[in-house]
């Protein structure tokens, strides 16, 4: 309190002269009406101002927990989606469907600049993941499961030289296999593709129907170019859909009718 008496008396003209001053501004506000329209005016452009600082600033940080509220709606939606295509595949008595259904979850690791890169996943065999699930996101394959914990999982990146991936032309029927070079994380390659096969430099590249870890048709990339003689095509590169480096909210791809599928084919050995 003494040190506040002894503030005030040292500095007591310069506050006199503020006080003063808010006075006179008050006073000239009251008796002007241009004078208060433009105050009003001055004073709604910074608290505005500052309600839409603080606003995006409450924005930024809730984007985390909107974007996994929008994840877990797309797993619904895949899901939904799939159900009825199964339903409206059952209806013309298609035999040869692959049921899939797909779990959220996250990437909390990913390497890409090694010669064999893996990923790991925030869940594991208590959300039912098993080893041999495709991965994907949004725009494209990712990888395929090779280790499972209770929690956890890891998985093979498509960037890595023991992953390889049934693919094919989405035009047309010709399929290969994909395989990294180790080289490009933006790059992969085709293989085994047929010399009679239209490939063009822009064709979209996509998960074959050979696969039972990958729906049909899911896009991996584009061609960016390829060699070929009279006998094969050769060095054909797909520049990939989705940035390897940048990687997040995936979906584990189940396919319920795997096991049935590898035990009727097991007994035909």
Known sequence: MQQLVSFIEKHKFVLL????????????????????????????????GLFKNYNSFFTFT???????RLHLENTLLRNALDVKSDEVVSLQKDSTSQKYTYIAAKIIRNSYAHRNNVLTIDKGSKDGLTIDMGVVNSESIIGIVNNVSENYATALSILN??????????????????????????????YDIQRQAPLKIGDTIVSGSRSMLFPDGIE??????????????????????????????????????????KQLEKNND
């Open 161 to 190: 030289e023991k992953c390889n991936i049934n693919a094919r032309l989405k035009n047309s029927s010709y399929f290969g296999s994909l395989g990294w070079d180790g080289k490009n994380h933006k790059i992969a390659q085709l």
């Open 17 to 48: 002269f503020i006080l003063l001053e808010v006075l006179a501004f008050l006073f000239t506000i009251q008796s002007k009406s241009y004078h208060k329209s433009q105050f009003i005016n001055s004073a709604n452009s910074i608290t505005g």
């Open 62 to 68: 809730s984007l985390k927990s909107e974007n996994d």
């Open 220 to 261: 991996i990339g584009t061609v960016s170019s390829f060699e070929a003689d009279s006998k094969k095509y050769k060095n054909i590169q797909i520049r990939l859909a989705t940035d390897m480096s940048n990687v997040g909210h995936v979906y584990v791809v189940k396919n319920r009718d795997k096991n049935e599928i």
